[in-house]
């Protein structure tokens, strides 16, 4: 915490204050300006805080300076990016992850082929819901369980690690069966007993961005992960909502440095659910791999003319390789190789 005194603070004001900072077993760093003096505390943001200090003599405000989040921080890690290690599927570091699938499981044969079509073109990862957060309640929801089991069965086959939504906290014991990184959705960011849960759960969780949440709601939502010693936490720009209204979402691909600079944790980008229209998917994805990202999440589909959700944005199978090629170039050039076998 930064105190600010006021302009023409008298040095027993200045003494008066560095004597309450130590006083709750805080250091008090003095520092004298030209015109006004600014004290550094440094130890519990909420012994400092507990202090009432806004209001003491001679204090003009206070400045927080260390993060609401701690574990989320890059300080935490002292500057050291996190790299997790998904059933042999590195995320982070100088890995890149490509992670590919329909937004939702509708058939064993479509789930299947899918997955040997972007395990055969690199993908790093295996993505689908057998959970839907959809916007109404009378679109398909998902195939639940039985999705759930089409899932195991592409993972036996092609030995991708799956990444599966889990919407509510009564399917955790089923999701985990299955789930190799749990995805939090969108709008279940905030459903801060989902992530607890979840941290607990240990297992690795993608959390996505809420349509309106700043990065800062982003990283608290994350640190309900990580406070429950679950420290697999990727962190996922899916687009928010903004006053543009010629596409879903604006894909904030400002996110990626940003968070990286804020956070140790690795970014993915979502490029579909931003776009929503499958020619978009491409150049963002490129963007997103030049920005930093470390991994993507796109939706395939086999047949997207008949997909019972998110068709437009799902990019064909037959179209996939190309695609990820083009990813994993620009992916080089960021830094990235695709994350290895
Ligand atoms: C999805 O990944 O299919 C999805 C519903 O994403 P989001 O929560 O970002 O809308
Ligand atoms: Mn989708």
């Known amino acids: 915490m930064m105190i600010v005194m006021k302009e023409g603070a008298t040095a027993a004001e200045i003494e008066a204050v560095v004597e309450r900072v130590e006083s709750v077993?805080?250091?008090?760093?003095?520092?004298?300006?030209?015109?006004?003096?600014?004290?550094?505390?440094?130890?519990?943001?909420?012994?400092?805080?507990?202090?009432?200090?806004?209001?003491?003599?001679?204090?003009?405000?206070?400045?927080p300076i260390l993060k609401p989040y701690k574990l989320a921080s890059s300080q935490f890690k002292k500057g050291e990016r996190s790299v997790f290690d998904i059933d042999g599927r590195k995320v982070g570091g100088d890995s890149f992850a490509l992670i590919a699938g329909p937004?939702?499981?509708?058939?064993?044969?479509?789930?299947?082929?899918?997955?040997?079509?972007?395990?055969?073109?690199?993908?790093?990862?295996?993505?689908?819901?057998?959970?839907?957060?959809r916007t109404s309640p009378y679109s398909f929801q998902g195939l639940g369980q039985e999705g759930l089991k089409m899932l195991l069965d592409a993972k036996e086959e092609t030995g991708l690690p799956i990444v599966t939504e889990l919407m509510d906290v009564r399917d955790l014991d089923d999701v985990v069966e299955v789930a190799d990184v749990i995805q939090v959705g969108?709008?279940?960011?905030?459903?801060?007993?989902?992530?607890?849960?979840?941290?607990?759960?240990?297992?690795?969780?993608?959390?996505?961005?809420?349509?309106?949440?700043t990065l800062e709601e982003l990283l608290m939502a994350a640190e309900y992960i990580l406070k429950e010693g679950n420290e697999a936490v990727m962190l996922c720009e899916r687009g928010i909502r903004t006053f543009e209204s010629s596409y879903r979402f604006t894909l904030d691909l400002m996110a990626v440095p940003v968070l990286r600079e804020l956070s140790h944790l690795p970014v993915i980008v979502d490029p579909s659910h931003a776009a929503g229209r499958r020619d978009w998917v491409q150049p963002m994805?490129?963007?997103?791999?030049?920005?930093?990202?470390?991994?993507?999440?796109?939706?395939?589909?086999?047949?997207?003319?008949?997909?019972?959700?998110?068709?437009?944005?799902?990019?064909?199978?037959?179209?996939?390789?190309?695609?990820?090629?083009?990813?994993?170039?620009?992916?080089?050039?960021?830094?990235?190789?695709?994350?290895?076998?």
């Open 25 to 63: 077993g805080c250091s008090a760093h003095v520092s004298k300006g030209d015109l006004m003096t600014v004290i550094g505390a440094i130890g519990d943001r909420d012994h400092v805080g507990g202090l009432g200090l806004e209001g003491a003599p001679g204090v003009d405000h206070l400045v």
């Open 186 to 213: 969108a709008r279940n960011m905030q459903n801060y007993t989902l992530l607890t849960e979840i941290g607990r759960s240990g297992v690795p969780a993608l959390l996505k961005r809420g349509l309106s949440a």
């Open 103 to 133: 937004c939702t499981v509708e058939s064993r044969d479509q789930t299947l082929d899918v997955a040997r079509c972007v395990a055969d073109a690199g993908a790093s990862m295996l993505r689908g819901g057998a959970y839907k957060p």
């Open 285 to 341: 994805s490129l963007a997103a791999a030049a920005a930093g990202a470390d991994g993507i999440i796109v939706e395939v589909h086999n047949e997207p003319d008949e997909a019972i959700c998110d068709g437009p944005q799902a990019i064909a199978t037959e179209r996939f390789a190309e695609y990820a090629d083009q990813i994993r170039r620009v992916a080089e050039v960021a830094g990235r190789g695709l994350a290895a076998v």
